[in-house]
């Protein structure tokens, strides 16, 4: 079954602490994205990366990190220079490079730092 | 960034009744697209608009794309529990940032029965 998948669901961290979100496509899109998402807010952009080993910031990039060694994997950072990283994370892939196509979510990651 | 600005932030119906989020950009847009997300779920595509004017339904979901392409609305007739979520317009970037999607703030729906 095709499909996006962020693990784990739920995660919490220390303060002071950096903590590695998941998020594994097998629909063979090269787009991949990384979004925060505050209550009663929209998406905000972190990362993206449009082929492997590249990827560019978003709009809210610091504290955080990105790596893209496979097409498939795109793993997120929050580092303890996030300042606050209590959110909902959510990964996103989309397929075509040309033109904007619809962006399949991933289940979400909600991060709470204790 | 570039920002498309969603009104209204928070929608009560009854059920029955219509429901209609607004989509606006200051610049004329590539595209639009809309998602839903449901309460402790994540965003869905709906559909995407491309063309100036443009029109599209599905079921009692009606998208429209303004002719000059700086606003987009979706519309629903006569609201059920089921359509209870935050719906979000999210606007293309084209160029060499293909793929890269900025997302309203999203309305929030709430349908009372």
């Known amino acids: 079954d095709g499909g996006i998948t962020q693990s784990p669901k739920y995660l919490f961290r220390k303060e002071g602490q950096n903590v590695t979100l998941s998020c594994e496509q097998n629909l063979n899109h090269d787009a991949m994205y990384w979004y925060r998402q505050d209550p009663g807010q929209g998406l905000r952009l972190i990362y993206y990366?449009?082929?492997?080993?590249?990827?560019q910031k978003g709009d809210i990039a610091e504290g955080y990190s990105v790596s893209r060694e496979k097409k498939e994997s795109f793993p997120l950072t929050v580092t303890s220079a996030q300042k606050n990283p209590t959110a909902f994370y959510l990964c996103?892939?989309?397929?075509?490079?040309?033109?904007?196509?619809?962006?399949?979510f991933g289940q979400g990651t909600r991060l709470t730092v204790v | 960034g570039q920002q498309v600005m969603q009104i209204p932030q928070y929608q009560h119906v009854q059920e029955g009744e219509d429901f209609t989020t607004y989509c606006n950009s200051s610049?004329?847009?590539?595209?639009i697209q809309w998602y839903k997300q449901r309460p402790g779920g994540h965003p869905v595509f709906l559909i995407q608009l491309v063309k100036s004017g443009e029109v599209k339904k599905q079921k009692r979901l009606t998208f429209q794309f303004g002719e000059a392409k700086k606003n987009s609305s979706l519309h629903i007739t006569a609201t059920q529990t089921t359509d209870v979520g935050t719906y979000f317009c999210a606007k293309g970037i084209g160029g060499t940032s293909y793929g890269k999607l900025t997302f309203g703030q999203g309305t929030i729906l709430t349908v009372h029965p």
């Open positions: 996103a892939s989309s397929a075509d490079r040309g033109q904007n196509t619809e962006a399949f």
């Open positions: 990366s449009q082929i492997v080993n590249d990827f």
């Open positions: 610049t004329t847009l590539s595209n």
